[in-house]
Nanobody, 122 residues
């Protein structure tokens, strides 16, 4: 896989986690990056999106103001900082790479990593 997500775990409501996505795609800086999540029995949801070169971001209403997407091009990494976590944030989280922008749907992304599980529970 060209992407590998990590950093998931168990956290209490109100807590924080930072997910990382390691990217091996060449010219990574010219790709859009996104984080999706999928909870059991629910459809996959796109939650955070970052444009090529990192000039623009877009967030789903469900995470706006709590989550921040970023990239470190020098290290070929992407991040999802998650604050004020809620039980409804419990899901498997996936990072994805694409060539389009704006791109807010899963069909816009060509490369996917394996998910990392986030569980928010007391």
């Amino acid at each position: 896989s060209q992407l590998q997500a990590s950093g998931g775990g168990l956290v209490q409501p109100g807590g924080s986690l930072r997910l990382s996505c390691a990217v091996t795609q060449s010219r990574y800086n010219y790709y859009s990056i996104a984080w999706f999540r999928q909870a059991p029995g629910k459809e996959r949801e796109g939650i955070s999106f970052l444009s090529p070169l990192g000039s623009s971001t877009h967030y789903a209403d469900s995470v706006k103001g709590r989550f921040t997407i970023s990239r470190d091009s020098a290290k070929n990494l992407a991040y999802l900082q998650m604050n004020s976590l809620k039980p409804e944030d419990t899901a498997a989280y996936y990072c994805a790479l694409g060539t389009k922008w704006p791109a807010y749907d899963s069909v816009d992304y060509d490369h996917w990593g394996r998910g990392t599980q986030v569980t928010v529970s007391s």
